[in-house]
Each structure stands twice: as structure tokens, then as C-alpha cells.
């Protein structure tokens, strides 16, 4: 599908990759009903509190490091700033940048902004981060309540864009408009692509753009390796880097459920190659994402040899974890097609997968090139999984783990581990999302399964002080009883 | 109009989730759109001292999670759906319907949909908490409030020596549940039942229930939660002492026990033998702590700054100059004090102590206040006690930090609190914690 840069916003997944946020069955049975056209989206009459584009646009914007963001919003959509500060301090730590706080504010909607509109307040934003951070560039994240109200953000920025001298990009990302959060990166994408990106001065042959979140520099050694540089965006980049996104060699991404509108955006309109492959966690995904990245840069043979080299160099230590796992039980629960990926290494160290969750599924990614479909990478190789979609809700999962008890509960998502911890699960959440990557990868996530079972005693303890928040009955009802029809949630 | 606001340190009344939640076994129930509730959980709760789910938090909030079709069509058959769902899954004592800005501009009947779940006999209330409504504090009154018109029936009977207590509020006080605890040993220790409300072992809805029950309502806040002391004695005329400084260390806890002691009649000779006891501890600590403090070379704080809501600004400057000696620089309040209640506080700064006062600036911009910060000239190493946010000004300033208020992310806060005389104690060990660990 053709990214349209001509339009103001980026279209929502629900209509653009015919996402959905509710489903139970199995990955096989999945992918049949995509391929056969017979996949609905089942809403839930009961529902938790989910998540918004709004975090996610915000996510990808606020460590830019030379750039502000206003959200534009009552005070209460600020609610991650201070997450993001924390990770944009750690993150520069890390990385042996300046450390200080995150540029962003809020515009602070009132209610006589509900009745008059909120463009004086915006406008006020606008010049004030200008005068406080001076700013390369400066993002305008939207809200429900600039949504609903409808402050005309383009053309407020169209009245005081020339005055203060830089790009002031609207990130239309009202929290009410997707059910799928990862809509909100498609909006910060796109503003980046429409009024960031520029055409290439010229070409380099060595680098690669790598759209991630903020994860450790795993990528540097594996690309090191034949002869390629990283370009980790949007995280702790700077305009500077991102208006030159152009320049790459290639795009790759750590995960297509983030940067499919990016990798897309860039190869349709400034000529970079997006290298459209499954993710590359795992041994089969790693051996086809370093194939075809070879094959777009033309360094096939190195790529060979590294491949080579990589699993041979991991094979007495993986033996020896498949070893030592070889029939414990495993459940993960994680953003769309990192997900898969998780289940993919989970599945190499010979774990039982009795299950598997994400947030969401796109049922196709915007390149619609069936190689990067990591579902169908997944049940071609691994086989058939009990596998579900919710939009994290935590009555659906406590209700299937309580019955699956699996030996070891892997997340990705702050707040769903004490969910397994309060059932005795020997539980973590990865947050770096880099961690199982590449053939190394296996063996980091087989070191930390093992040392998760080795020790339970915190979450055994805590699961005989603590209780669940639900009714018997509810724990004694199908884990997906209350996924019904046509119900938001 | 509103001021931008960088550097929030609190947010909008939705907040006011995670009042409910402090209230043991009652769920909150949000229509709202989707990312509201884990939004406002990061803020208040998790990037605030690491405060975790609990019994309900978190992921586990039922939600309408409001889409195209709530806004469009309305909300109402949604929520009375996520209502009719929420009584079938949680396991709940008391439910509290909050409503989010989708909610509140679409203008959904919310008292309608509630109205039927209240007459068929379930606990639950409402309360409209759409974000541009007010900030967290209004949505912590608020909220209280909904629960007092709603749900709470005329005692019997009066229980001679209960008290209910209104003082920090759940979650954005990170030390909330260490401050409530100290608050009702103190007052039990000289006789009083305390009925403290929130927080763990608290008595959830039974609790609640005995409101109308207490001798008196004791307000321990400059100004947050006067509405519903107020509240309280219109609907149930129930007395009310308001004591508008958060007793840190001696010199005011004991002060808050002979004010509390004397308004509910208890025996003089009680209180003060409670007092001697407790300084004698107090005392022979802070004794302890004077070869450090008179001695040490490298620099002490010469001004403090506080940064942070009234009642901690308050709170911990008068127990810095009247317990500690030290003496004010600026002080910065950004609870957006009502206009109604900035006068008192402004005279409560002006006499810290004899001669101690200082200047006191409202204003919930954090930009502002690193301004103001900055423009100061510091003759001696500053000592900033506020928030995550504040540790650039403070290395800037080359002064010391503490964060003490939301966000702090710099610490992992369990049952900590600086309220009663082991309070102050800890924010003694605290405050110099910090200025030795920058010489390490």
C-alpha cells in the first residue's frame, strides 16, 4: 500500500493493516483466517483499561534529542512524561550524551478551552518551547480532547511555523481514534517523513537505518561484523540525523509492528531499500533477515560466512541450554510481532510454548510482502501454538495462565508481570528489546529463563500472601467467555 | 486561560483513580478513552516511588476504553455493559465510576447509568472527572466527595473518640501510606479510634460507612480535602479541626498532638506524657546527629528550597527551620492552590518561626521555577527538595537534591513517611543521605 504523504495524518491500523485487538485460537488458525479473508475483529463486553497513540507517538518523539514536544492536551495526557524522562535520562547515560530532561510540555487544556478551543493555548505552547529549548524541530501531539473539540492544529501552525524558524510538525494521535496503540507510531512516522525527512544529498553505502526503541547497541556488533553501520532512529537521534534518513543503504527494523509505516514511508518515497525479511530472533529469522539484508546491500557472501560462523560459534551453548530446558513450559505475552519473535527463541530452546498473547495483529504490514510475515515465519517453522490477541487485558490472561501454569511467564509490557507473579509464575518482563536478537539472542534468553527458574522464592512467596481481583466465578468461566462480537474494548 | 505546564508533578482529575484504589477493595470503573488509565497509573503510581498495581491497579482497571463509536454515538449502553461486566470479574466492595474527557464532552448520562446499578442496591457511585475539568487534587475532593453524597447514610449514633482522618492524598504523595500510618499511631497513642481511610488494613467500605459515625474530622492539609471536612459537617454535623501543617519532627508533631488532644478533650497530663516520651527518643537521635552537623567541612545546605504541593512545602520547611535550624530560601508551590486558600499559606511562610520567614511563588510550571531558581543569587549551596524533575537545576546550581514529591523516580518507596517524630527522623537521614552521597 502506498504511504500517502500528501495527507495531514497517517490512517489508523484498523483501516490500513486491518489490525485487530481481539482473537483466540492458534497461530496456524490465524494465519488460515487471514489468508482466507474470514478474520473479524471479536470485541469484549467487559474490558481494562488498554492503551493510546498517544504514548506511543510520544515514545518515539520525546528522545529526539535536539527536539521539543507539546502535548496537546489536558493535564492528565502528560501522565508519561515522566516515564519517558527516565528513560530518556538512563538512555543518555548509556549512551554518553548530555544528560538532562526530556523537552516536552503540556498545553494544559482547561474547560473554557472545551468552549472556545484550544489554539490560543497551543499557539502560547509553541512560542514558549521555543524560548525555552530552542528546538530543532517541534512536534504537536494531539488528544481526545483536541480531537473531539477540533482545534485546527494545521492551520495553526500554518499562522506561526515561519515565526519561530523551524518544522512544527502535527502528530495526530487522538487517543479515542485506534484501538491499536501502534497507530500512534504510523503518527509520529508520519510527520517525521512528511516534514523531517529529506531527499538524499548523497548515498551511503555503509549505513543502515534501524528503527527500534532504545535498546542496547546490539545491532552495532552484528552490522560491525559485515561492514555496515547502524542508524538507530527515532529514539536519541537528532533532526539532523533523521532529516538524513535518506542517505541509508537500507531500512531494517527490530520489529515490523513498530516501524512498518517508516521502513514503507522510506522506501516509496526516498529510495531506501526496506529489507523485508521475518525478524531476526531466532535461528531461522536470523539466517533470512542477515540473507536478504545481504542480498539489498550486496554482501551475500560475507552475510554467508558470518552466518557461518555466528552458529557455530553459539552451538556447544545452545546445546547445552536446550538441554536444560528441554520440557519446561513457557507463556508470552508481547507487542504483535515482537511476540512472535519471543515465541520463536522460546521455541530454538526446545521450551514447551503453551501459549502465546499479543496486543494486537496486523494482518498485513505496509510493504504487504508475505517474507516479513512473521506469524506465518513462525508456524512455518515452529509449528502450531495456542496463541490469542487482546488488547491487554489482564482478566483474559490471569484467567488462562491461572489454568496453564507454565513454568516460566515472559512479558513485554510494564504492569502485565505482577500478573504472573501474583499466581507463583516465575515471571520477567524484557525491556530491552535487543536482548534476544540474533543467534546471540537465544542464548541471552536462555541464560535468563534459566536463572528465572532457578530461584522462585520472591514470586512463590508473594503468590501465597496476595489475592486476585476476581470473582471465583470469573476464574472458573473459559478464559475467553467474555470475548464476544462487535464490542469495543 | 491555564498555564503551559513542563515538568508536571501532578495531572488532571481522572487522577483521582488511584484515590479509589487506596480505599481497600474498591474498584474504579473508567470511561474514558483508552490510554487514560495507564497514563495516569505511570504518573501517579509507578514513576512515582515505584508504587505498584496493588489489589486492582495497573492493567487490572476496568474501562470502557471510549473509540470512534462512544464519541460518536455516545458511551452510555458501553459503560452500563463494562459496569454489568465489572460485577460479574472483580471482586469488589465499592465501585467508583470516573469519567475522562471523551466521556465528559460527549456528554454522556453517566448519573443516568449508575442511577439504575444504585437503585438495584450495588455500591457504586459516580463522579464526573473529565480531565479539563481540574487537576488531580480537585479530582481527589471530588471523587471523596461522590462517595460522601452518594453512598454514605446518617450514623445512628455518634462513636465517642472516632476520628476520621483527611490529610495527604493517595499515590501523589509518594510516601502516602508511611504519612497516613505515623498520622493514626500518633493519634491512637493518646487515645483516639482512627478512622485513617485509605490504604492497607484501613477497612475499605465498612470504614467508609462510619464516617458519619466520628467525633470529629480532623484535616491534616493546608487546603486539600477543607471542602470535604466542610462537606461532612453540613451533612452530618460533624465538627471539624483543620490543622494545616503536615507535622514533620518535633517541634510541630507535638504542637498537632496538644491542638488535637485539647479539641477532643483528652486528658492533658496523657498527651504530655506521650510527648516526653516520644521527644526524649527524638531528641537523643538528633543529639547524635550534631557532631555531623556542626562539624562537617565539605559544605551543608546554606538555603533550602522546597518544590513540591503546599503541604509538603509547608510541612518539611517549618520542620527545617524550627527542628533542624536551617534557613529558607524560595519556596515553590504548584498544587494550584485555589485562590481562597493562598492568603493563609502565604501568612504561614511569613512566620516559620520568630524572625524565619520566606517567599512563597505559586505556580505549576516547572520551567518557571528553574527560572526563578536560576535567577537567584546562591551565596551558599542551595538544597532543592522536590522532584525528579530537579535534579538539572540542582547540579546546575552545584546544590544538593532530594526528591520528595511526584515524580520521583530515583527511589523505591515502601512504607516510608516523614509525618510524626520518626518521620522527621527519616528526612533528616534523607536530606543528609543526599548531600554526602554527592561527595562519594
Known amino acids: 500500500m502506498k504511504i500517502d504523504l500528501d495527507s495531514s495524518e497517517a490512517p489508523i491500523r484498523e483501516t490500513r493493516l486491518g489490525a485487530i485487538t481481539g482473537y483466540a485460537g492458534s497461530t496456524a488458525d490465524l494465519v488460515e483466517k487471514i489468508e482466507r479473508g474470514e478474520l473479524v475483529e471479536r470485541g469484549r463486553g467487559f474490558s481494562q483499561c488498554s492503551n493510546c497513540s498517544s504514548v506511543t507517538a510520544i515514545c518515539q518523539l520525546a528522545m529526539i534529542q535536539d527536539a521539543a514536544v507539546i502535548n496537546h492536551a489536558p493535564l492528565g495526557c502528560a501522565g508519561d512524561f ?39 493555548q497551543l499557539e502560547k505552547a509553541i512560542h514558549e518551547v521555543k524560548k525555552r529549548f530552542n528546538p530543532k524541530a517541534i512536534f504537536i501531539t494531539t488528544s481526545c480532547a483536541s480531537g473531539i473539540i477540533g482545534d485546527d492544529i494545521t492551520g495553526i501552525i500554518d499562522r506561526v511555523e515561519a515565526e519561530v524558524g523551524v518544522p512544527v510538525v502535527p502528530i495526530f494521535c487522538d487517543g479515542f481514534r485506534s484501538k491499536v496503540w501502534a497507530s500512534g507510531f504510523d503518527a509520529a512516522y508520519h510527520g517525521i517523513l512528511t516534514k523531517i525527512v529529506k531527499p538524499a544529498a548523497v548515498k551511503r553505502r555503509d549505513l543502515i537505518n534501524v528503527i527500534t526503541f532504545w535498546g542496547e547497541d546490539v545491532f552495532g556488533e552484528l552490522l560491525g561484523k559485515i561492514g555496515l553501520v547502524p542508524n538507530y532512529v527515532v529514539p536519541f537521534s537528532s533532526i539532523e540525523q533523521l532529516s538524513k534518513l535518506s542517505e541509508a543503504a537500507a531500512t531494517v527494523q527490530m520489529c515490523s509492528t513498530l516501524g512498518t509505516y517508516l521502513a514503507a514511508g522510506l522506501e ?222 | 486561560m491555564g498555564e503551559v505546564i513542563e515538568q508536571p508533578r501532578h495531572f488532571c482529575a481522572l487522577g483521582a483513580q488511584q484515590t479509589v484504589l487506596a480505599i481497600e477493595r474498591a474498584i474504579p470503573i473508567v470511561h474514558a478513552g483508552p490510554g487514560c488509565s495507564a497514563k495516569l497509573f505511570s504518573g501517579l503510581s509507578f514513576c512515582n516511588g515505584f508504587q505498584g498495581s496493588g489489589y486492582v491497579g495497573g492493567n487490572a482497571i476496568p474501562c470502557s476504553n471510549s473509540g470512534e463509536k462512544e464519541v460518536i454515538f455516545g458511551g452510555e449502553e458501553r459503560l452500563r455493559k463494562v459496569i454489568d461486566g465489572t460485577l460479574k470479574v472483580m471482586d469488589g466492595d465499592l465501585f467508583v465510576v470516573l469519567t475522562g474527557c471523551t466521556t465528559d464532552l460527549v456528554g454522556d448520562d453517566v448519573g443516568m447509568v449508575v442511577g439504575k446499578f444504585q437503585d438495584e442496591g450495588v455500591p457504586i457511585v459516580f463522579a464526573e472527572t473529565g480531565g479539563f475539568k481540574g487537576n488531580s487534587y480537585f479530582g481527589h475532593e471530588l471523587v471523596v466527595r461522590s462517595i460522601i453524597e452518594q453512598f454514605l447514610e446518617p450514623a445512628q449514633e455518634v ?31 493518646i487515645g483516639l479510634e482512627v478512622n485513617i481511610l485509605f490504604g492497607h488494613d484501613s477497612g475499605g467500605r465498612d470504614a467508609w460507612k ?231
Request: with cysteine; aromatic share 10%.
Open chain 2, 159 to 189: 462513636v465517642p473518640g472516632l476520628v476520621n482522618v483527611w490529610a495527604v492524598v493517595p499515590n501523589l504523595d509518594p510516601f502516602w501510606s508511611g504519612n497516613l500510618a505515623a498520622i493514626k499511631t500518633l493519634l491512637t497513642d
Open chain 1, 268 to 489: 516509496q518515497h526516498f529510495g531506501v531499500p526496506e529489507v523485508k525479511a521475518p525478524p531476526p530472533y531466532g535461528i531461522a529469522g536470523t539466517d533470512a533477515w542477515l540473507r536478504e539484508l545481504g542480498r539489498v546491500v550486496g554482501k551475500e557472501a560475507t552475510v554467508e560466512e558470518l552466518i557461518t560462523a555466528e552458529k557455530a560459534r553459539i552451538a556447544p551453548q545452545l546445546a547445552q541450554l536446550r538441554q536444560q530446558l528441554a520440557g519446561y513450559s513457557a507463556f508470552a505475552a508481547a507487542g504483535a510481532v515482537h511476540g512472535h519473535s519471543i515465541i520463536c527463541i522460546l521455541k530454538e530452546l526446545a521450551m514447551n510454548v503453551v501459549g502465546g498473547c499479543t496486543w494486537h495483529h496486523d494482518q498485513v504490514f505496509d510493504n504487504r510482502d508475505c517474507r516479513a510475515d512473521s506469524l506465518k515465519h513462525l508456524v512455518d517453522n515452529y509449528g502450531d501454538i495456542r496463541f490469542s490477541v487482546c488488547n491487554k487485558q489482564s482478566f483474559e490472561l490471569v484467567n488462562l495462565l491461572n489454568r496453564l501454569r507454565p513454568d516460566v511467564f515472559i512479558v513485554r509490557h510494564h504492569g502485565m508481570s505482577i500478573w504472573g507473579a501474583k499466581l507463583g509464575i516465575p515471571t520477567f518482563l524484557m525491556g530491552d528489546e535487543h536482548f534476544g536478537l540474533g543467534y546471540q539472542g537465544i542464548i541471552n534468553y536462555g541464560q535468563k529463563i534459566a536463572d528465572t527458574i532457578a530461584n522462585p522464592a520472591y514470586v512463590k512467596n508473594l503468590a501465597k500472601h496476595s489475592k486476585l481481583p476476581y470473582s471465583d466465578w470469573w476464574l472458573k468461566q473459559e478464559p475467553f467467555a467474555m470475548l464476544g462480537g462487535e464490542d469495543n474494548g
Open chain 1, 82 to 120: 515522566t516515564n519517558f524522562n527516565f528513560v530518556n535520562r538512563s538512555g543518555q547515560i548509556n549512551r554518553g550524551l548530555p544528560v538532562r530532561n526530556a523537552q516536552i510540555i503540556s498545553s494544559n487544556l482547561h474547560e473554557q478551552d472545551m468552549v472556545f478551543g484550544g489554539a490560543a
Open chain 2, 210 to 440: 462510619r464516617i458519619p459515625a466520628a467525633e470529629f474530622n480532623l484535616l491534616v492539609s493546608p487546603w486539600v480535602g477543607r471542602k470535604t471536612v466542610e462537606l461532612l459537617q453540613e451533612k452530618f454535623a460533624t465538627p471539624f479541626l483543620h490543622y494545616p501543617v503536615l507535622p514533620i519532627g518535633a517541634s510541630e508533631t507535638s504542637r498537632f498532638l496538644r491542638t488535637v488532644g485539647q479539641f477532643a478533650r483528652i486528658d492533658d497530663k496523657r498527651v504530655e506524657e506521650y510527648i516526653a516520651g516520644k521527644e526524649a527518643n527524638y531528641y537523643h537521635y538528633l543529639e547524635r546527629a550534631a557532631d555531623f552537623l556542626l562539624e562537617f567541612r565539605y559544605g551543608l545546605p546554606g538555603r533550602f528550597f522546597n518544590v513540591g504541593d503546599a503541604s509538603y512545602a509547608l510541612g518539611v520547611s517549618r520542620f527545617l527551620v524550627n527542628d533542624l535550624g536551617l534557613l529558607p530560601g524560595s519556596q515553590f508551590i504548584t498544587d494550584e492552590t485555589p485562590a481562597e486558600y493562598r492568603d493563609k499559606i502565604v501568612a504561614e511562610f511569613a512566620n516559620l518561626a520568630d524572625n524565619v520567614s520566606s517567599e512563597v511563588t505559586f505556580t505549576p510550571d516547572g520551567g518557571v521555577i528553574k527560572n526563578a531558581l536560576k535567577s537567584i543569587n546562591h551565596v551558599y549551596q542551595p538544597l532543592i527538595i522536590g522532584s525528579s524533575w530537579d535534579k538539572d537545576i540542582a547540579a546546575e546550581l552545584k546544590g544538593y537534591q532530594l526528591s520528595i514529591g511526584l515524580p520521583t523516580t530515583d527511589r523505591l518507596i515502601l512504607d516510608r513517611g516523614y509525618v510524626g517524630y520518626e518521620g522527621g527522623l527519616r528526612l533528616t537521614e534523607d536530606i543528609y543521605h543526599a548531600v554526602l552521597g554527592s561527595y562519594q
